[in-house]
């Protein structure tokens, strides 16, 4: 499943039982980071906690960018 927003748990839960994984914009998991800057904007501790609820879920992750 691919989305271009931030996904609610209750959604994760939902798509869990459907689809193998979700597919989302980097600025879903880490929205400081912009093709123009890269890295400069060191992510660190700047990310969601998209990843860890997707997989609390089974659900795999892809970032594409």
């Not at 989305?3 to 980097?26: A, K, M, Q, T």
């Not at 501790?45 to 960018?65: E, I, M, S, W, Y």
């Amino acid at each position: 499943m691919l989305s271009d927003n931030p996904v609610s748990d209750e959604r994760l839960n939902d798509w869990s039982h459907s689809f193998y994984g979700v597919g989302v914009w980097i600025n879903v998991v880490a929205p400081h980071f912009s093709l123009t800057n890269g890295y400069k904007n060191y992510i660190g501790n700047n990310t969601t906690d998209f990843v860890r609820q997707a997989h609390g879920h089974g659900l795999k992750v892809l970032v594409p960018f």
